[in-house]
C-alpha cells in the first residue's frame, strides 16, 4: 500500500518560512521522480517544484524561484519543501506527487495559508 503523507503546513505571515515533508511508503523511493504541486481556491493545481529521482530539481512557477527549494532524503524515504518568504499568493494546499514513469500517487495535501 502506498502512503505519501504530508506535514508541516500551517499559518504563516508574509516574510515568513515554512519546511513541508513528505513521507512516503510502500514505493521503491530512490526510483521515483517526487514533486510539489499546490492548489489554491478557485484555480488548477500546478507543479512547484520536481526532484528526479537522480536529485536534479526544477522549479515551476517564477515567483517561487528563489524563495522555495525542493530536496529529498532517499534514507529517510521523505521529500521536502522550504519555502522561504513567503506571500499571501503562496496560499494553497501542498500536495507531494510520486511517479516512476509507470505508478503514479498523491498524498492528501496540507494547507499553507500567508497572510497578516
Known amino acids: 500500500q502506498v502512503q505519501l503523507v504530508e506535514s508541516g503546513g500551517g499559518l504563516v505571515q508574509p516574510g515568513g518560512s515554512l519546511r513541508l515533508s513528505c513521507a512516503a511508503s510502500?514505493?521503491?523511493?530512490?526510483?521515483?521522480?517526487m514533486a510539489w504541486y499546490r492548489q489554491a481556491s478557485g484555480k488548477q493545481r500546478e507543479l512547484v517544484a520536481r526532484?528526479?529521482?537522480?536529485?536534479?530539481?526544477?522549479y515551476y512557477p517564477n515567483s517561487v524561484k528563489g524563495r522555495f527549494t525542493i530536496s529529498r532524503d532517499n534514507v529517510k524515504n521523505t521529500v521536502s519543501l522550504q519555502m522561504n518568504t513567503l506571500k499571501p499568493e503562496d496560499t494553497a494546499v501542498y500536495y507531494c506527487?510520486?511517479?516512476?514513469?509507470?505508478?503514479?500517487?498523491w498524498g492528501q495535501g496540507t494547507q499553507v495559508t500567508v497572510q497578516s
Open positions: 506527487f510520486a511517479t516512476n514513469g509507470v505508478g503514479a500517487y
Open positions: 526532484i528526479t529521482s537522480g536529485g536534479i530539481t526544477n
Open positions: 510502500g514505493i521503491s523511493f530512490i526510483y521515483f521522480d
